[in-house]
């Protein structure tokens, strides 16, 4: 038997979901089952699947001790975190992410990873050494990503440090609170210097594809981008580009400029990248560098955050390099 209290980053949340979290290789079938037959109590109370459990309520659990594997929180006690952090407060915290690090233990590509080499993995045992995540002490709740990147994409990535905030940041995400925009080297110059583009998104194989028109499968998409910088001519043209993605699809920046003709410079996937990668990329050049919190409608524990603006220092992006920038280029 184990009795587990509610704390606040627990409740509001649905009792077969807190089950699930804090117990470890629960089928889901057996803990309906348990459920049933009556092993599983609110404050002394029978209890619902559906029930939903409120910080202080007392949740007895009369199943199996193998649940409840001892130490398995304290996996993150052994991880040395190495993260550029560029804005935290009490709520969320923002980092840097570098390329060839996967956010999650499956990214989008779905890459399986040792928890202890993703950038949760390292923001959750910077959290736990400054004090302010303790898994020993928490039953569900674990700091969480509120956005994701692709691997080979560096930038700015947002995770909540308590419930409340990932709900609502998730919630502000959804809807459309956060403008994100994006630095990218591509081949060629685009014939507008500024324009929104549609299309139609759908994965295919271990990628994904852009249609013109509406196809089976595809969802819409909408990215915006302006033209910062040229080099180059001919064959050899580069363009700077600022892009904000006005909705946010696996690799759309990526598979998006390569339907127009301008690939990214080193991507791999959706362009050639032989002579790219004699030039050193061996990735796409792309950067997540810039958010701004507009928050719209939101009123809520983050509002503090509306109006502000969390930038990576552009002078440390590298592939800039390939364009003369003067002062106040962008």
């Known amino acids: 038997m184990r009795t587990l209290t509610v704390l606040p980053n627990d409740g509001g949340q649905r009792l077969d979901k807190f089950i699930m979290k804090a ?11 348990y459920i049933r037959k009556k092993c599983v109590k609110i404050n002394g109370r029978r209890a619902e699947a559906s029930d939903i459990v409120s910080a202080g309520d007392t949740v007895t659990l009369y199943i199996s001790d193998e649940f409840f594997p001892e130490g398995e929180k304290l996996a993150v006690a052994s991880i040395v975190p190495k993260i550029t952090v560029v804005y ?10 570098p390329v060839g690090v996967l956010v999650h233990s499956g990214d989008a590509d779905g890459e399986a990873s040792d928890d202890k ?3 949760i993995g390292h923001i959750q045992a910077y959290l736990y050494r400054k004090g302010e995540y303790d898994p020993a002490h ?17 930038g700015l990535v947002i995770a909540a440090k308590n419930a409340a905030a990932l709900r609502d940041m998730n919630a502000i995400i959804k809807a459309g609170g956060i403008d994100k925009f994006y630095l990218a080297a591509v081949h060629g110059i685009p014939s507008l210097r500024e324009a929104t583009l549609y299309g139609y998104l759908r994965r295919e194989g271990g990628g994904v594809r852009v249609f013109a028109r509406e196809v089976p499968g595809a969802k819409k998409i909408a990215t915006k981008y302006r033209v910062l910088a ?10 700077l580009l600022e892009i904000e993605l006005l909705t946010g699809r696996t690799h759309q920046i990526r598979a998006h400029m390569e339907s127009i003709g301008h690939p990214l410079l080193g991507e791999g996937r959706y362009g050639k990248n032989e002579a790219d990668r004699r030039r050193g990329y061996k990735s796409q050049a792309l950067c997540a560098y810039r958010v701004t919190f ?7 524990v983050l509002s503090y955050l509306r109006g502000k603006t969390v930038q990576i220092d552009k002078s440390k992006i590298d592939f800039l390099k390939e364009f003369d920038l003067g002062a106040g280029a962008f």
């Open 294 to 300: 507009t928050l719209g409608g939101y009123d809520g």
């Open 88 to 97: 935290e407060d009490d709520n969320i915290i923002i980092c840097d992410k």
């Open 23 to 33: 117990t470890v290789g629960m089928p889901q079938s057996l803990l309906y089952k």
């Open 117 to 119: 080499n993703t950038l």
């Open 138 to 154: 928490e039953n569900t709740f674990a700091p969480a990503l509120c956005n994701r990147i692709d691997r080979n994409t560096r």
């Open 230 to 239: 040229t080099s180059g001519c001919g064959g050899d043209a580069l363009s």
